[in-house]
């Protein structure tokens, strides 16, 4: 059997007025989602096979397919269409998302086939990034579920405003209509609760075909329309597209020196040539002199095109800044209420520093403690020390510099970002941007006319943090005394900043829990890189277990300004010390959260200086090393400074 693709036959006689037919078409992008084993992806499968979009070849390896890796009883399995990795296939349920294109006489689709699993949640919240429409699926004998409640809010977070209901596998209920009633009536209630108005409910079978593209003869009292019916009448039209112009930049082209364009894709709006803009952050206008395309200039563009812009004046733009319209640009902040979706095993550590994406630009950012997080069965606001991984909670956001921004719910691009951790680059949580904190726009750095490089020459020094991490009892105070003894000997100006000292005033307030132990680093890291802009060398004397804060500490300096140093010694070896017996203290339970016994200590990958304090060197030797890689650093200049400064 051959199946053909509607239209086929006018491509065989006139390809070229089949390809522009083709371009007329709309395009709706679409996913499916729902909890696991609800049948997306046999309804893809579905839509596919009955689209005729399926070669004869790929027919016949489905039909090899359905007898060896089948759930239908070698019958013709549709959901092998999709579920393409080998541990779908064993397992029957989606793993990754999986994108398909298919067409129609009046409408070309992409459609995203999501998991259904708990822990594949993240995957879902990809395939809703770019999604106009929703098809949650529900499996009639279950009915609405926590996982149909989760994708459900986050269709609506995502800012998706069309919705299906497929009432799945009704063929297994007898096609019972008030087992469709009841759920629908369940939906609808549900979904108003959370913003989404515009859904259609549909009772189908997608192993049988019913009201997916034809009515289904099991459904004779169902007057609404099929699937693809739907799909082919509803109206999408974003509302980016009739915003303002917003032009992410993704690259600065400079094939030649007569040439400078600003690349990328139209996330608002339109844009013509001689249209005024503003290039945000900096807030430098200019005109479009020209809009580039592959296919040659044009005097406009809109949302969705890929463009290169040029620009009448010569002003600095950088990838990641953003092209807007000058009469309506974005607002431009560093401090955001958000909405935000863990996505990661381990729980949000509030204070611990990620990256940010936001469009094409990536920053550096601090979550807060949540405001509260969501219930999706009930939608209450519950009070919340962190989130877990799929939980949906209300955070302030700290950006380290400011960004150009639209709040998610009026431009989707410029509103959404990703979290991604600083050490594994994981992306660990989605977020939309709400509104910027009003202190984002009424605390401002103030520009000091004395200079760091100033008050370090004047010391004849180069400022640096030396950082010694290790665990308790390895010697890094010792060690850290001796280094500061000798350098002030030697007339440096110095700083020995010590976690135990700390805790006594700036950290008092601070325990030991994960949460804890990330903001007094933080806060050590902040006082560590005020010191430097006074010139000094600051020796830094902390257990700092975790991997992330470290990184944000020299994330904090100009480059070559940090140096850690890993004070090396085994467990038993520090637990033998165990000065202040502290280790025996959390052998008897009587120390939770101790490092190295029931709290994880992360060694460095590559620090500048490792030093194997074991007991195998003296510590007076440990400490010539890292006064000997500071003079090789040139940290500490080539004579002795003037006592007189």
């Given at each position: 059997?051959?199946?053909?693709?509607?239209?086929?036959?006018?491509?065989?006689?006139?390809i070229?007025?089949?390809?522009?037919?083709?371009?007329?078409?709309?395009?709706?992008?679409?996913?499916?989602?729902?909890?696991?084993?609800d049948?997306?992806?046999?309804?893809i499968?579905?839509?596919?096979?009955?689209?005729?979009?399926?070669?004869?070849d790929?027919?016949?390896?489905?039909?090899t397919?359905?007898?060896?890796?089948?759930?239908?009883?070698?019958?013709?399995?549709?959901?092998?269409?999709?579920?393409g990795?080998?541990?779908?296939?064993?397992?029957?349920?989606?793993?990754?998302?999986?994108y398909?294109?298919?067409?129609t006489?009046?409408?070309?689709?992409i459609?995203?086939?999501t998991?259904?699993?708990?822990?594949?949640?993240r995957?879902?919240?990809?395939?809703?990034?770019?999604?106009?429409?929703?098809?949650?699926?529900?499996?009639?004998?279950?009915?609405?579920?926590?996982?149909?409640?989760?994708?459900?809010?986050?269709?609506?977070?995502?800012?998706?405003?069309?919705?299906?209901?497929?009432?799945?596998?009704?063929?297994?209920?007898g096609?019972?209509?008030?087992?469709?009633?009841?759920?629908?009536?369940?939906?609808?209630?549900?979904?108003?609760?959370?913003?989404?108005?515009?859904?259609?409910?549909?009772?189908?079978?997608?192993?049988?075909?019913?009201?997916?593209?034809?009515?289904?003869?099991?459904?004779?009292?169902f007057?609404?329309?099929?699937?693809i019916?739907?799909?082919?009448?509803?109206?999408?039209?974003?509302?980016?597209?009739?915003?303002?112009?917003?032009?992410?930049?993704?690259?600065?082209?400079?094939?030649?020196?007569?040439?400078?364009?600003?690349?990328?894709?139209i996330?608002?709006?339109?844009?013509r040539?001689?249209?005024?803009?503003?290039?945000?952050?900096?807030?430098?206008?200019?005109?479009?002199?020209?809009?580039?395309?592959?296919?040659?200039?044009?005097?406009?563009?809109?949302?969705g095109?890929?463009?290169?812009?040029?620009?009448?004046?010569?002003?600095?733009?950088?990838?990641?800044?953003?092209?807007?319209?000058?009469?309506?640009?974005?607002e431009?902040?560093?401090?955001?209420?958000?909405?935000?979706?863990?996505?990661?095993?381990?729980?949000?550590?509030?204070?611990?520093?990620?990256?940010?994406?936001?469009?094409?630009?990536?920053?550096?950012?601090?979550?807060?403690?949540?405001?509260?997080?969501?219930?999706?069965?009930?939608?209450?606001?519950?009070?919340?020390r962190?989130?877990?991984?799929?939980?949906?909670?209300?955070?302030?956001?700290?950006?380290?510099r400011?960004?150009?921004?639209?709040?998610?719910?009026?431009?989707?691009?410029?509103?959404?970002?990703v979290?991604?951790?600083?050490?594994?680059?994981?992306?660990?949580?989605?977020?939309?941007?709400?509104?910027a904190?009003?202190?984002?726009?009424?605390?401002?750095?103030?520009?000091?006319?004395?200079?760091?490089?100033?008050?370090?020459?004047?010391?004849?020094?180069?400022?640096?943090?030396v950082?010694?991490?290790?665990?308790?009892?390895?010697?890094?105070?010792?060690?850290a005394?001796?280094v500061?003894?000798?350098?002030?000997?030697?007339?440096?100006?110095?700083?020995?900043?010590d976690?135990?000292?700390?805790?006594?005033?700036?950290?008092?307030?601070?325990?030991?829990?994960?949460?804890?132990?990330?903001?007094?680093?933080r806060?050590?890291?902040?006082?560590?890189?005020?010191?430097?802009?006074?010139?000094?060398?600051?020796?830094?004397?902390?257990?700092?277990?975790?991997?992330?804060?470290?990184?944000?500490?020299?994330?904090?300096l100009?480059?070559?300004?940090?140096?850690?140093?890993?004070?090396?010694?085994?467990?038993?070896?520090a637990?033998?010390?165990?000065p202040?017996?502290?280790?025996?203290?959390?052998?008897?339970?009587?120390?939770?959260?101790?490092?190295?016994?029931?709290?994880?200590?992360?060694?460095?990958?590559?620090?500048?200086l490792?030093?194997?304090?074991?007991?195998?060197?003296?510590?007076?030797?440990?400490?010539?090393?890292?006064?000997?890689?500071?003079?090789?650093?040139?940290?500490?200049?080539?004579?002795?400074?003037?006592?007189?400064?």
């Amino acid at each position: 059997m051959t199946h053909r693709p509607p239209g086929t036959d006018l491509a065989a006689t006139d390809i070229d007025a089949y390809l522009r037919r083709h371009e007329e078409k709309s395009l709706l992008r679409f996913l499916t989602c729902g909890s696991v084993d609800d049948g997306k992806s046999t309804l893809i499968g579905r839509l596919l096979y009955d689209s005729k979009l399926i070669f004869s070849d790929h027919l016949a390896a489905l039909e090899t397919d359905s007898r060896t890796a089948g759930t239908q009883g070698g019958a013709l399995d549709l959901a092998l269409l999709v579920d393409g990795l080998a541990a779908e296939r064993e397992q029957g349920i989606t793993i990754d998302v999986a994108y398909r294109f298919f067409t129609t006489e009046r409408r070309k689709f992409i459609v995203a086939d999501t998991p259904g699993h708990e822990q594949y949640t993240r995957n879902m919240v990809t395939g809703a990034s770019t999604a106009d429409l929703a098809v949650v699926l529900v499996d009639a004998r279950k009915g609405i579920l926590t996982q149909t409640r989760r994708h459900s809010h986050l269709v609506a977070l995502l800012g998706i405003r069309h919705v299906v209901l497929a009432v799945n596998k009704l063929d297994l209920v007898g096609y019972d209509r008030e087992v469709f009633t009841s759920i629908a009536d369940d939906y609808r209630r549900f979904a108003a609760g959370i913003g989404l108005t515009d859904v259609q409910c549909i009772p189908v079978s997608a192993l049988n075909g019913d009201n997916i593209t034809a009515r289904g003869a099991g459904t004779p009292w169902f007057t609404g329309p099929t699937l693809i019916g739907h799909l082919e009448s509803v109206d999408v039209d974003s509302t980016a597209a009739g915003g303002p112009f917003r032009l992410p930049v993704q690259w600065v082209s400079r094939p030649h020196l007569d040439f400078r364009g600003f690349c990328g894709r139209i996330a608002g709006g339109g844009i013509r040539t001689g249209d005024r803009v503003r290039v945000l952050p900096s807030g430098r206008e200019s005109t479009v002199a020209r809009i580039v395309t592959a296919d040659g200039d044009l005097g406009t563009a809109t949302a969705g095109q890929s463009v290169t812009l040029t620009l009448d004046d010569e002003i600095d733009v950088s990838r990641g800044d953003v092209i807007a319209s000058a009469s309506q640009p974005p607002e431009v902040a560093d401090q955001f209420e958000c909405h935000l979706v863990w996505m990661s095993p381990e729980p949000m550590l509030p204070g611990r520093s990620y990256l940010l994406k936001l469009g094409t630009r990536v920053v550096g950012a601090n979550v807060s403690r949540p405001k509260y997080k969501i219930n999706v069965d009930t939608l209450e606001r519950t009070a919340a020390r962190t989130l877990a991984l799929n939980d949906i909670g209300v955070c302030t956001l700290a950006l380290d510099r400011p960004v150009p921004f639209d709040p998610y719910a009026d431009n989707r691009e410029m509103g959404g970002f990703v979290l991604i951790d600083r050490v594994t680059r994981n992306t660990i949580g989605a977020g939309l941007l709400r509104f910027a904190l009003r202190r984002a726009h009424t605390i401002h750095w103030q520009p000091t006319e004395v200079t760091r490089s100033a008050r370090a020459g004047r010391k004849g020094q180069r400022p640096a943090v030396v950082w010694l991490t290790g665990l308790s009892g390895a010697g890094k105070s010792t060690i850290a005394d001796l280094v500061e003894r000798r350098l002030h000997d030697e007339g440096f100006h110095t700083f020995l900043l010590d976690g135990d000292n700390l805790r006594h005033g700036l950290c008092h307030d601070l325990g030991f829990t994960d949460a804890d132990r990330v903001e007094n680093i933080r806060r050590a890291a902040e006082v560590a890189r005020l010191m430097t802009d006074a010139g000094l060398v600051v020796l830094a004397s902390f257990i700092s277990p975790f991997r992330a804060e470290r990184e944000l500490a020299r994330s904090l300096l100009p480059d070559g300004e940090f140096v850690e140093v890993h004070v090396d010694t085994p467990l038993v070896v520090a637990e033998s010390r165990d000065p202040k017996g502290l280790y025996a203290k959390a052998r008897r339970g009587e120390l939770p959260h101790f490092t190295g016994i029931d709290s994880p200590y992360e060694a460095p990958r590559d620090p500048e200086l490792r030093l194997d304090a074991s007991g195998s060197l003296p510590v007076e030797e440990l400490a010539t090393r890292v006064v000997e890689h500071l003079r090789a650093g040139g940290y500490l200049g080539t004579s002795r400074p003037d006592d007189g400064g």
